[in-house]
């Protein structure tokens, strides 16, 4: 069964970078058949998708993010991750990583909480 | 950017009741659509895809519709599971983009 769990500092401040982590599990980022995202939901509110991308590297951002955002995947470790520079406290939110099967973000990870603070 | 408006942003239904939620894109995404259902502390999870698709092991009671810029989620008779914030998503064109959310709650 397919699982995938984010992982990341929890609490980042203003200015800096923040790097958050997807380790898939039961399956794997190798596979000519997925891609792998990022979608955030900041307290209260909607779901916004980041980015996505392909084991091989090619990726998808959200232009509204762009400037700031790296997605890049791991395959010896499994694992796709996020770094978002230049943060502020609108870049808190929950974090979550999914699998993109046909374009459609059908497994997710229970997600990450991350406030930005000084 | 493909914006996503769902309609009504709250619901107020009861057991046993038969709802529709409606979505609507700024422009035609053919039938890529997708709904998601939220709860509280959770993540979201697939219900629909492809505007009518229902995905492995939803139950039936969950349907889909539409085409082109009016999408419509219908739950056949509304179950105690099914109080919860539903979202649509269309990925015809990036960025992937979702409406706000319609939140169904007991009446």
């Known amino acids: 069964q397919l699982q995938l769990q984010e992982s990341g500092p929890g609490l980042v401040k203003p200015s800096e970078t923040l790097s958050l982590a997807c380790t898939v599990s039961g399956g794997s980022i190798n596979s000519s058949r997925y891609y792998w995202g990022w979608i955030r939901q900041p307290p209260g509110k909607g779901l916004e998708w980041i980015g996505s991308?392909?084991?091989?590297?090619?990726?998808y951002y959200n232009p509204s993010l762009k400037s700031r955002i790296t997605i890049s995947a791991d395959t010896s470790k499994n694992q796709f991750s996020l770094k978002v520079s230049s943060v502020t406290a609108a870049d808190t939110a929950i974090y979550y990583c999914a699998r993109i099967d046909s374009r459609v973000m059908d497994v997710w990870g229970k997600g990450a909480t991350i406030t930005v603070s000084s | 950017d493909i914006q996503m408006t769902q309609s009504p942003s709250t619901l107020s239904a009861s057991v046993g009741d038969r709802v529709t939620l409606t979505c609507r894109a700024s422009q035609s995404i053919s039938s890529w659509l997708a709904w998601y259902q939220q709860k509280p502390g959770k993540a979201p999870k697939l219900l629909i895809y492809k505007a009518s698709s229902l995905e492995s092991g939803v139950p039936s009671r969950f349907s889909g519709s539409g085409s082109g810029t009016e999408f419509t989620l219908t739950i056949s008779s509304l179950q105690p599971d099914d109080f919860a914030t539903y979202y649509c998503?269309?990925?015809?064109?990036?960025?992937?983009?979702f409406g706000q959310g319609t939140k169904v709650e007991i009446k």
């Open positions: 998503q269309q990925y015809d064109t990036y960025p992937w983009t």
């Open positions: 991308i392909f084991y091989r590297g090619s990726t």
